[in-house]
T-cell receptor, first 114, second 115 residues
Framework: EPEVTQTPSHQVTQMGQEVILRCVPISNHLYFYWYRQILGQKVEFLVSFYNNEISEKSEIFDDQFSVERPDGSNFTLKIRSTKLEDSAMYFC????????????FGPGTRLLVL | AQSVTQPDIHITVSEGASLELRCNYSYGATPYLFWYVQSPGQGLQLLLKYFSGDTLVQGIKGFEAEFKRSQSSFNLRKPSVHWSDAAEYFCAVGAFGAAGNKLTFGGGTRVLVKP
């Protein structure tokens, strides 16, 4: 069964450094999402992306965050200057077209900012 | 804005016993509701979803959920729990509009299974 994959599985970085989290969507999926889960808290929506544009973003997704599809297959989340409070599990999710299609989640990247 | 509440943070159940996980939602329109399960070190796996029609929906791994509009609830049930059901369970409501379709999650319920 096709799966969403994410790399790296874990990343440790210093505060102020840039990080790029990568996601490989299921091949026929056109809608992409990032969510995050701070330890002990809810899974929170960050951003949705379709047709090379952001469809919707949350208040969390400020100017320090960006997303892109650099090569037509990968979907990346960049954090330009990480803060301690960016430490979280970041999940990528993807789905096909159609308003009721299920979002399929990757295994997540655990980011620790020191 | 939509929201989801899962009142139980932890539930401990004996293997073979029944399980019910509670979920209450708030959403201004017809909700699209989901239950996901997260095993340790894994991503979120869809158990089942409700969009319309029969209010009792069947999912994978023997789970079912019932949508009750009058109670704004979408509780998850399993008649007989297996040790492999130990995991964290998340209820979510979908906001479908344009291309956004974001999910709003509850806080999760961690299920422990006793032998």
């Amino acid at each position: 069964e096709p799966e969403v994959t994410q790399t790296p599985s874990h990343q440790v970085t210093q505060m102020g450094q840039e990080v790029i989290l990568r996601c490989v969507p299921i091949s026929n999926h056109l809608y992409f999402y990032w969510y995050r889960q701070i330890l002990g808290q809810k899974v929170e929506f960050l951003v949705s992306f379709y047709n090379n544009e952001i469809s919707e973003k949350s208040e969390i997704f400020d100017d320090q965050f960006s997303v892109e599809r650099p090569d037509g297959s990968n979907f990346t989340l960049k954090i330009r200057s990480t803060k301690l409070e960016d430490s979280a599990m970041y999940f990528c999710a993807t789905r096909t077209s159609g308003t009721m299609e299920t979002q399929y989640f990757g295994p997540g990247t655990r980011l620790l900012v020191l | 804005a939509q929201s989801v509440t899962q009142p139980d943070i932890h539930i401990t159940v004996s293997e073979g016993a029944s399980l019910e996980l509670r979920c209450n939602y708030s959403y201004g329109a017809t909700p699209y509701l989901f239950w996901y399960v997260q095993s340790p070190g894994q991503g979120l796996q869809l158990l089942l979803k409700y969009f319309s029609g029969d209010t009792l929906v069947q999912g994978i791994k023997g789970f079912e959920a019932e949508f009750k509009r009058s109670q704004s609830s979408f509780n998850l049930r399993k008649p007989s729990v297996h040790w492999s059901d130990a995991a964290e369970y998340f209820c979510a409501v979908g906001a479908f509009g344009a291309a956004g379709n974001k999910l709003t999650f509850g806080g999760g319920t961690r299920v422990l299974v006793k032998p």
